[in-house]
């Protein structure tokens, strides 16, 4: 059984919104470091944002500063990326990621994977 599902991807025209839903199957008492990844045809994974659960603690890549959130249901265990203003090259398979202990960005820290979901932005 998938520990972390993604669904929310979809094709949307540059400048619009979409959201993210990462289904977590992990109920635990210990913080949890829930992150989004993306990959692009030909490109490195790279991180978009993580969040600690029952906390604020967020991070942000650069790229996507004050056009992404990240949000968690916690009753629902599901952790959310709200995109707004999407550019094309935002265009990638997402993926969320989960790990305990510390909290980042960055795609080795992590070794529990969701299947991804496809972001396509058309300008």
């Known amino acids: 059984q998938a520990q972390l599902v993604e669904s929310g991807g979809g094709s949307v025209q540059s400048g619009g919104s979409l959201r993210l839903s990462c289904a977590d199957s992990?109920?635990?008492?210990?913080?949890?470091?829930i992150a989004w990844f993306r990959q692009a045809p030909g490109k490195e994974r790279e991180g978009v944002a993580s969040?600690?659960?029952?906390?604020?603690?967020?991070i942000y890549a650069d790229s996507v500063k004050g056009r992404f959130t990240i949000s968690q249901d916690n009753a629902k265990n599901v952790v959310y990326l709200q995109m707004n203003k999407l550019k094309s090259e935002d265009t990638a398979m997402y993926y969320c990621?989960?790990?305990?202990?510390?909290?980042?960005?960055?795609?080795?820290?992590?070794?529990?994977w969701g299947q991804g979901t496809q972001v396509t932005v058309s300008s």
């Open positions: 992990v109920y635990t008492n210990r913080a949890r470091c």
């Open positions: 969040i600690v659960s029952g906390t604020t603690y967020t």
């Open positions: 990621a989960a790990r305990y202990g510390g909290c980042s960005i960055v795609p080795s820290w992590f070794a529990d």
